[in-house]
């Protein structure tokens, strides 16, 4: 059988918990192929670890190879084919006494995490490696991680697949489609109340999905503020981040790149921007992607881009400068 490392830190958590038995049932990485999972974690909590290990071993899947359990960056990078870097406190807990409400203060506890964890990935996994972001501010710690880590052949990204997935749901419920009907979703930018998420050049059965739905109030009202604020919403409601969902849009953004993107989609993904759409080269910017069939991953180029669509594209990109700025001493 062919294998694939893959590395998962916060592998204890809420997130981690619902990713791994996807990543080792071959659903993911396909039948034929074993997957040897490197788990990381905190060293307060890292004996955690054995019992997930112990859980995957009895969830019997043929596809399980070794699973390693880790506290140390460099030792658990080694030739990781894959990297989901989760670990990172979520909003919505407090720390000394403070609730963590807003992702600006996520930035100044999370931010640090990703120089170390970069720079190890960098050194030691595969020069082909993956790196996705998971762990808020994902698009920020992505480019303090993708900065240490110096590996230009290595491809870092920065979580958007559940952005666009809530955004397809919202329009799939507004107009009684399957989700399967709704293409090339874009969230353009941030992973944070800024990002755009793109209904002109979305496609519905073929037709540009803001045609489609005809309801402009709509789709700059309710369906603008509920995908950007949902995050916030499960918060409030359930008591902690969202967790089953987030696993389920990382598996999500593996599997696209593992094979050729069909020619009438896309995916959404945050990525080094090389200045595509005018955005700063340097910035880690959801932009619409396609994978060709040796996984190597480019930006959809030439997408009409409406004067509205370019306001909301121009403040996600200055909250993403804004952002870089905040941990420039990090960079
Ligand atoms: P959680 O608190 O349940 O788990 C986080 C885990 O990370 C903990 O077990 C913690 O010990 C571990 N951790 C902390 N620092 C670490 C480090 N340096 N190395 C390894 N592990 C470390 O949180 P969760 O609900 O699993 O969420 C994790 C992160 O994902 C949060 O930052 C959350 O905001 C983010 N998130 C992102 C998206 C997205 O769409 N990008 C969606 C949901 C949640
Ligand atoms: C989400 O979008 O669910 C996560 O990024 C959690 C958060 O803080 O919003």
Redesign the pocket.
Known sequence: MKEVNVLV??A?????YALLTRLASGETFGSDVKVNLNL???P??VSRLEGSRMELEDCGFNTLGTVKNFSD?NEASGDVDWALL??????G?TINGKKIEERAD?LKI?GG?FTE?GKALGENAKADAKILV???P?NTNALIGCTHGNNESQTWM???A??ANRAKAQVANKCNLEISDIKKMTIWGN?SPTMYPDLDNAEIKGESASGWINDQNWIESDFLRIVQQR?KAIIDARG????TS?AN?AIDTVKATLSETPADDWFSSAVLSDGSYNVPKGLIFGFPLKADANGKISIVQDLPISEYAQEKIDLTTQELLDEKNDIKDLL
Do not use: C, F, K, Y
């Open positions: 830190t916060g204890a958590g809420q997130i981690g990381v974690e905190v307060q909590v960056m989760v670990g990172s406190i979520p909003r807990i996520l999370n995490i964890q998971v762990g808020n994902a920065a979580m958007t559940l952005d992973h995050g902690a981040s969202s967790a987030a849009a």
